[in-house]
């Protein structure tokens, strides 16, 4: 039987060391995907990072919030931390776009030239838009989880969203593309779900 992510840092937090592995196991790749679409360096880094701040806030996860909501705050944080490093005059990264911030062009390989399309389109949004598009339409997660994850109202998250996706399609349309057609080959189905 599969047990639940909440099962898991229950067990987790009683002791049991192999549900806290499993946890970083089933979270390793989503992860390193959720950093990979925002920086082409030190992603295993950054992973690493986001980990041991899990492993150290473990007992702070509250009870009415989602295991993944949760993590993909502590990944929002760690990126922006990285991020923050960066740049002057306390600026907020989640201003910024992934493309200003990256510090030269990006080397992520693809597997598609649609997917580095993607990919590139997505970078040139602001962080916090895209990091709401892709928790949404990639990592399946609610507005409301969203709104966990970036600390904003539910009602700025659905917009957040929608502006993103209409930027999004502004942009992959600028390159000849249909927005569509990407996200469907990306695995995004549409028409979009709603929440």
């Known amino acids: 039987m599969v047990r639940t992510d909440e099962e898991l840092l229950q067990a987790w937090r009683a002791r049991d060391e192999a549900a806290g592995r499993e946890l970083f196991a089933r979270y390793f790749e989503v992860l390193g995907r959720f950093f990979g679409s925002k920086t082409s360096e030190d ?4 992973v690493q990072q986001a980990f041991l701040a899990l492993l150290e806030g473990q007992q702070r996860i509250r009870e009415t919030s989602s295991f ?3 993590l993909f705050s502590i990944a929002r944080r760690t990126l922006y931390a990285r991020y923050g490093a960066r740049l002057r005059n306390r600026e907020d990264p989640g201003e910024k776009t992934a493309h200003d911030l990256l510090p030269s062009p990006s080397q992520h390989a693809a597997a598609s030239e649609e997917t580095q399309r993607l990919l590139d389109a997505l970078r040139r949004l602001p962080l916090d838009q895209q990091i709401a598009l892709e928790l949404f339409y ?10 966990d994850v970036v600390e904003a109202p539910v009602g700025t998250i659905r917009s957040r969203i929608r502006r993103a996706r209409r930027q999004l399609a502004r942009l992959l349309d600028d ?21």
Do not use: H, K
């Open 68 to 70: 993944r909501a949760y």
């Open 138 to 147: 990639w990592e399946d997660l609610t507005a409301d989880e969203i709104a």
């Open 43 to 46: 992603v295993d880094d950054l």
């Open 175 to 195: 390159d000849g593309l249909d927005v569509e057609q990407v996200l469907r080959e990306s695995g995004v189905q549409s028409p979009p779900r709603r929440d």
